[in-house]
């Protein structure tokens, strides 16, 4: 059974890894770009945060499981 799992993550790793890297990557690049603004446009990377949050509260952790076992 472990070894079946094993091959599912590797798999998976194998399948996602390049897409999740990029995701990461896009990710890096868009709190830098916050993080250079903080002193110059506060008032923008305050509102970014804000939708950030607006975000977490929408998120559905049910939802995100229903769909990851279709």
Request: charged share 35%; aromatic share 8%; glycine share 2%.
């Amino acid at each position: 059974m472990f070894e079946n799992f094993t091959k599912l993550l590797e798999n998976s790793v194998s399948a996602y890894g390049f897409k999740i890297q990029d995701m990461a990557e896009a990710r890096r690049a868009e709190l830098a770009s916050i993080k250079a603004k903080i002193r110059t446009r506060p008032e923008e990377v305050e509102a970014w945060f804000d939708e950030e949050i607006h975000k977490l509260k929408g998120i559905d952790i049910n939802d995100i499981l229903r769909k990851a076992r279709l």
